[in-house]
């Protein structure tokens, strides 16, 4: 019986220590619905999810996407590296028209896209004919806010709303 | 003067033309000052462009004559319009050699302007605008359709992390697909041919476990709107277990459970973990999602957390009841 117990609680902690990036996930849907951001989209694979959400009366964003991307695999080497974890973040807005002109403004952006790489913060805005979309990446070490089954998950949504609030401004002048 | 319904064209402060519309139309824009008295205006049967104003103070027309012989318009026909005026000249249209205001195009001719006739520019924009918002509304039925069930998935880990439970595993199949089967009564019904979504909570001070695994049935809009957004739901609870032989217990009762292929709603089975020493009691479900999530995306988290709360406090029940607390 204690062989037993043993192997079942080596078990359990193991998937605790799996299950990092799905806790952190879980009190951003949480966090952000009591913002009244709607969740709408959900797609998890075993170390990447993606979540969409919906932003009632937001002037610009028509939704908003968060992708957490697990970099530094699990057991014992991320118990000695830490839960590096890229976040990332786009917004998404929606014009009701386009027309040949946002054409012309696509290539514009195609071409500066080139020379572009949203890490650390840097915005890559991209043109989808009616939908426009700003994107960043930032590493985050997820051990900030979870320790075993202890969450500070407040710090982090606003973190993330910030994010928002920043990617916002960048398409606030494409919105028609 | 022109007759209320007649259609009147007229210059806007641009000098391009606007309308036709009706000529009671014009005289309320007069009226409300969205153009000024001055405004040229223009109609079939006018002797060319003229101001607003000047047609106003003109009388109004008299009633249809019996048919008199009509004077021949003068060919520089210089509008005289207060008093006793002579006839109005019969002029179709604003030619060439009609006064026109700089700036103003000519009167409507050919097939577009036959299309727009009786339509002002507000009215075709305002046309226009209503069938690209309406076109996103459809758009939206589509995306509300294929979201509901994230949207619900969404809701279950806001009403349960919300009183304390903690997410532990997340995966989504994406679309599993809906292999539907015809049955003896002829017609076509859903088989649940896999897990869809499937969500693990934890409660740290007991360990003890939520399991929720939701299939959308319906996800496409036109079977939603006559039958509603429907989801396959296996909600379960578990614990651990100390005795290995509980665990033995459990995994008979899974292979027991297995058995069932296609388990009908209010079916229980029970599910073992023999590495991490769980053991679950689940039941098979059928939810109607648009109970807890209205079309604007909002989720009912009170009905959600009492529907949860109501199965998970069963199927506690029944795994304390075979394999003690």
């Given at each position: 019986m204690g062989l037993f117990n043993s192997m079942a609680n080596y078990a359990h902690k193991s998937e605790l220590r799996e299950s990092k990036d799905e806790i952190v996930c879980g009190e951003i849907i949480r966090g952000l619905s009591h913002q009244g951001w709607r969740p709408f989209r959900i797609v998890a694979h075993s170390d990447r999810q993606q979540m969409g959400f919906k932003v009632p009366g937001d002037p610009v964003l028509s939704a908003a996407y968060l992708v957490v991307d697990r970099r530094s695999g699990s057991g014992a080497l991320?118990?000695?590296?830490?839960?590096?974890?890229?976040?990332?973040?786009?917004?998404?807005?929606?014009n009701k028209v386009s027309d040949p002109d946002d054409l012309a403004t696509m290539w514009k952006t195609d071409l500066a896209n080139l020379f572009k790489l949203p890490v650390a913060g840097e915005v890559r805005i991209n043109h989808q004919l009616n939908t426009v979309n700003a994107k960043t990446y930032h590493l985050v070490d997820l051990d900030q806010y979870v320790q075993g089954h202890s969450v500070s998950a407040e710090p982090l949504v606003g973190w993330i709303v910030g994010q928002f609030d920043a990617l916002r401004e960048q398409l606030r002048p494409l919105k028609k | 003067m022109p007759e209320p319904q007649t259609p009147v064209h007229w210059l806007d402060t641009a000098g391009t033309q606007q309308g036709p519309e009706p000529w009671e139309t014009v005289q309320a824009r007069v009226a409300h000052a969205q153009i000024p008295p001055s405004t040229q205006v223009w109609w079939d049967g006018a002797p060319g462009w003229m101001p607003f104003d000047q047609v106003e103070a003109a009388p109004a027309p008299a009633p249809a004559p019996a048919p008199t012989p009509t004077p021949t318009p003068t060919p520089d026909a210089t509008v005289t319009l207060a008093g006793s005026a002579p006839a109005e000249p019969t002029t179709a249209e604003p030619t060439a050699a009609t006064p026109t205001p700089a700036g103003a195009s000519a009167a409507p001719t050919g097939a577009s302007a036959a299309l727009m006739s009786g339509l002002s520019d507000q009215e075709l924009d305002d046309e226009f605008i209503g069938l690209v918002g309406r076109s996103w509304e459809l758009y939206k039925d589509t995306e509300f359709a294929t979201s509901i069930d994230e949207a619900t998935l969404g809701g279950v880990i806001t009403a349960l992390v919300d009183c304390g439970f903690v997410l532990i595993d997340l995966e989504t199949a994406g679309a599993a697909p809906v292999v539907t089967t015809t049955t003896t009564t002829g017609t076509a019904e859903p088989v649940v041919t896999g897990a869809g979504h499937q969500l693990r909570f934890e409660e740290p001070e007991t360990q003890s476990r939520v399991t929720v695994q939701l299939e959308h049935l319906t996800p496409d809009v036109a079977t939603a709107k006559i039958i509603g957004h429907r989801a396959n739901a296996v909600i379960g609870y578990g614990q651990r277990v100390k005795e290995f032989n509980k665990v033995g217990q459990a995994l008979r009762q899974e292979v027991q459970s297995s058995m069932i292929v296609s388990p009908e709603p209010g079916t229980v089975s029970f599910d073992a973990d023999l590495s991490s020493g769980y053991v679950y009691a689940?039941?098979?479900?059928?939810?109607?999602?648009?109970?807890?999530?209205?079309?604007?995306?909002?989720?009912?988290?009170?009905?959600?957390?009492?529907?949860?709360?109501?199965?998970?406090?069963?199927?506690?029940?029944?795994?304390?009841?075979?394999?003690?607390?």
């Open positions: 991320t118990q000695a590296m830490g839960s590096k974890t890229s976040i990332g973040f786009l917004a998404e807005m929606r | 689940q039941i098979d479900l059928l939810l109607e999602l648009d109970r807890y999530v209205s079309e604007d995306l909002s989720v009912d988290h009170d009905l959600l957390r009492r529907h949860l709360a109501s199965v998970v406090y069963t199927m506690k029940t029944f795994v304390q009841m075979r394999f003690g607390s």
